[in-house]
């Protein structure tokens, strides 16, 4: 079946620690983004990128690096500079262009930095 | 400004009953869309349904369908013979413009619950 996977699905990190989150589709979608959700609130854009070896900054990009090497990986690291770096990390694709194209999202990595 | 607000951040329904779900938008683009997603307690974000600015007809998806007024930059969701699996979260999103890829503008959400 074609999807996203995001793991681990509970992530514990120790303050200072660095983390990288994964992210793989089998869509051949060319588009993937990053977006954190706190409690209550809606996503928030941290990364997205339209192509292999490109990216662009979302809304929340800093203390959060990423890469984009295969079309079908898109990691995201969260860095010890990430000031509140606890909450829901969920990461969705779509095919590029036109924005009548839905994003598909993954089930979400929960993240918990003490 | 808020792009995207949704102001009811909690609203109950009885089963088989419809519902509507505020959302109102700021933008100036001329070609915008707006979407709504529905999530679960389970966390995966569920495409429901979409609107194009220039579509001249509300968008429906099964039970789902989208009261669209421009003019009032309105998109509010309505959803019709509720059920219990329908309780859930529901964000109402907005891509502007064509170009700058397939960015998507979430709102706070409407936590719905459905009861019997």
């Known amino acids: 079946d074609g999807g996203i996977t995001q793991s681990p699905k509970y992530l514990f990190r120790k303050e200072g620690q660095n983390v990288t989150l994964s992210c793989e589709q089998n869509l051949n979608h060319d588009a993937m983004y990053w977006y954190r959700q706190d409690p209550g609130q809606g996503l928030r854009l941290i990364y997205y990128s339209q192509i292999v070896n490109d990216f662009q900054k979302g809304d929340i990009a800093e203390g959060y690096s990423v890469s984009r090497e295969k079309k079908e990986s898109f990691p995201l690291t969260v860095t010890s500079a990430q000031k509140n770096p606890t909450a829901f990390y969920l990461c969705?694709?779509?095919?590029?262009?036109?924005?009548?194209?839905?994003?598909?999202f993954g089930p979400g990595t929960r993240l918990t930095v003490t | 400004a808020q792009k995207i607000t949704q102001t009811q951040p909690g609203m109950f329904v009885q089963e088989k009953e419809a519902v509507t779900l505020d959302c109102t938008y700021d933008t100036s683009d001329q070609s915008y869309g707006l979407f709504w997603y529905k999530q679960p307690s389970s966390g995966e974000m569920i495409f429901l349904i979409y609107q194009g600015s220039y579509d001249e007809q509300n968008a429906t998806e099964g039970r789902y369908s989208l009261n669209f007024q421009k003019a009032r930059k309105s998109a509010n969701l309505v959803i019709s013979a509720s059920q219990l699996g329908d309780s859930a979260m529901y964000f109402c999103a907005m891509r502007e413009g064509q170009r700058g890829g397939n960015k998507l503008t979430f709102g706070t959400g409407t936590q719905l619950k459905v009861e019997l």
């Open positions: 969705a694709s779509s095919l590029p262009g036109q924005a009548i194209y839905e994003q598909y």
